[in-house]
């Protein structure tokens, strides 16, 4: 039986996958990978190396054990240049493809420009059209996550800067209109929000720059911290030795895979990133499971993804 590669995926083109979002294509019977296309090999000021990235795509065959780069999103330009886009989300409904895509106006050398999230549509995953821009009351926002509640209504969990860099999360009942409802963790700074249920309950992980935070709920609204973080300490595995950042979960027949990103080579914090070597990325996926109500993950256990 096939296992898992390690690392999964790396970007061939500039070697900086990250904020990694998995989908089933039901077009082509296989699974995609949307990631962020940082240029990591990039010899520019400051953290523009992190800007102008495009939105990457990988496909598996092989129920996600291995995957294969495919290319870049198409139709995303929304201003004129060289712009910058991160962290996709992307869900299927009555046929069509939608994402929310964070973006953020040229090529910054700094942290301190607008940055919104953008909506756009597709029918292959390739090909996407712009929709509008998320209104969301704030000029500061990324990382969108979004999660269909039972009553048929869709939530969106967001990293709003301007609020803490704390998690917020609005509603729709169209995918285009969203009216924020309130604040779902604001105990530390975060980003990259992914929600998922498993095991009789919703799960809230954050990437807190230390690992990965975990929340837990019975109704998708009121939030309990888990004293434990997970992938908060690196692993045994290739490029695998350091903590996680910005995940993704994929629940299938009853497991949770967890896609997420590495700096293998880092030994600093992110803005002292100068060498090709510190900035490079790879995407590794490990097995979450629920242990005396807890949600833990072996990263070391080797394993055979099995998407649906």
Not at 106 to 121: A, E, M, Q, V
Not at 199 to 220: F, P
Not at 243 to 257: C, E, L, P, Q, R
């Amino acid at each position: 039986m096939k296992t898992a590669a390690a690392p999964l995926f790396t970007d061939p083109v500039h070697n900086g996958a990250s904020d990694p979002v998995v989908i089933y294509n039901e077009e082509k019977g296989t699974h995609y990978m949307f990631y962020t296309a940082r240029r990591a090999d990039a010899d520019e000021e400051g953290v523009m190396w992190v800007h102008g990235s495009d939105i990457g795509i990988a496909e598996s065959g092989d129920n996600g054990n291995s995957w294969n780069y495919v290319g870049t999103c198409r139709g995303l330009n929304y201003e004129e240049g060289r712009n910058t886009y991160w962290a996709p989300e992307i869900i299927r409904h009555n046929g069509l493809y939608h994402m929310y895509v964070s973006y953020v106006p040229g090529i910054p050398s700094d942290w301190n420009h607008p940055r919104f999230i953008l909506h756009y549509t597709s029918a292959d995953l390739i090909n996407w059209s712009f929709k509008e821009r998320v209104n969301l009351n704030s000029e500061r926002v990324i990382d969108a996550c979004i999660f269909r509640m039972k009553n048929g209504v869709f939530r969106m969990w967001y990293k709003d800067e301007q609020r803490g860099s704390h998690t917020y999360f609005a509603d729709s009942e169209d995918l285009s209109h969203w009216e924020v409802k309130g604040c779902a963790a604001d105990d530390v700074p975060h980003e990259g929000a992914n929600v998922f249920e498993l095991g009789g309950r919703y799960w809230l992980i954050t990437d807190c720059w230390n690992g990965l935070d975990v929340y837990y709920s019975s109704d998708l609204t009121k939030w309990t911290k888990q004293k434990e973080r997970i992938l908060d300490e690196g692993g045994t595995r290739k490029d695998d030795g350091v903590i996680a950042n910005h995940a993704d979960v994929y629940v299938s027949d009853g497991k949770a895979y967890i896609f997420y990103f590495t700096h293998p080579e880092r030994k600093g914090r992110f803005l002292d990133d100068t060498k090709f070597g510190e900035r490079r990325t790879s995407i590794q996926a490990a097995e979450l499971e629920i242990k005396d109500g807890k949600l833990v993950c072996d990263r070391n256990k080797e394993i055979t993804i099995k998407l649906r």
